[in-house]
């Protein structure tokens, strides 16, 4: 910024926004999105540089007050980490101007080159006050009180037709040299639309310079912090812009796409809810023995095995199912709307002899060696001396798949 630019009377600003109690939703990682009615902008005259930059005024030692505050609201993003937004069913009641409970700290106070006017300001909240708060159903999980943001960064903007304010969680240092935290548009309905720009800056960054369709502005961060605005929306206008910091030198050490925002607040890893554990299911009871079982029950067993191995996975269908020289139709049905699966096979956990020509196993079908059915019930009975596939236990598959055996 050039020496010739005048500076603003700090003294002659006013203490902070209109008072206007607003309720609205508390989005953590994302945006707190707030309609500002009213609340007008007594700026002095400010000269543009040549990229759009304009001066700005900082006033770190005056704390602006606002008795708008936040009422009770529902967390729309509850599952701060994960994202899943049905994980919680918890309520957050904020205060303040942008979702803090301390006063506003104003950051800085500007105007660009195109005449829209910028007001940035910090509020706080310490644990304590969020601990209190964060209301969570009786029995449930409930997220810690880091989970929240602790500080907000919200920005007042307006031009000569609208007016528009919103804040962001704004806890922590960035990542990078500069990164985007928040974008916001307003004026669309007043057909003047503005983009503004949130962003964070570490101090190897001395000028950050947004440029969307024709338009640009700069600005020298305060504190780290960064306004930007031009007069275009993203919702109507060109979309794909770039925002550039630059160091004290003018060599450029950073640059983005407008598109690339990410967060000013990166919750812990223990605020994501528990993984529920999976349900606890007892083994199949396979049926009591009612006769004696064959003499040689280890190769009836291993029969048993390789039955099951050829029908499901070995490809001889017909001949190791109980009747399957009657299910010839089936089978081509089968074959003709239902796709087999790659890698069909078998294994097989338990048998237990009902009598010396019929079993009961426990078996899972397996699809490229992982489970598709685990644990089902099966029967396998002897046929003329050939252990085979029980017709009730394969035509129980087939109606899973809405193919019907013809009646036996």
Sequence with gaps: MG??????????????????????????????????????????????????SSDVVVTPNRAAHSSGSLSSAPLTSPGIASGDTSSWGGTFSGGGFMGGSGPLQRVLVRKTGEGIELRAYLQSSDQATQSQTVQCPTGQWCPPPDCFPKEWFGIEASNANAV???????????????????????GDAEGDPVTVFAARATGQVAKVTVKLGNHADSMAPVNGWVALAVPVSMSSGPTDGTITGYGADGTQVAQFSTREVGSGFVSPPDCAPPVPSPPVTSPPVLPDPDGPPPVDQDAAKAAIEDAYHRVYGGGEFLDFVEGGDQLQATSDAVKATNPVPPGIGSAVHEIRFINDHRAALIWDLLSDGNPLLSNQIGFAVLVDGKWKVARETHCGLLAMGKVQCPPG
């Design 3 to 52: 020496d010739d630019i005048p500076v603003v009377d700090s003294d002659a600003m006013p203490n902070g926004p209109k008072s206007h109690p607003l309720t609205a939703r508390v989005v953590l990682g994302g945006l707190l999105a707030i309609a500002l009615v009213g609340g007008g902008f007594a700026l002095g005259r400010t000269t543009a540089a040549d990229d759009g």
């Design 164 to 186: 528009g304010t919103w804040s962001m969680p704004a806890d922590g240092s960035p990542a990078t040299s500069l990164a985007l935290i928040s974008t916001y548009s307003f």
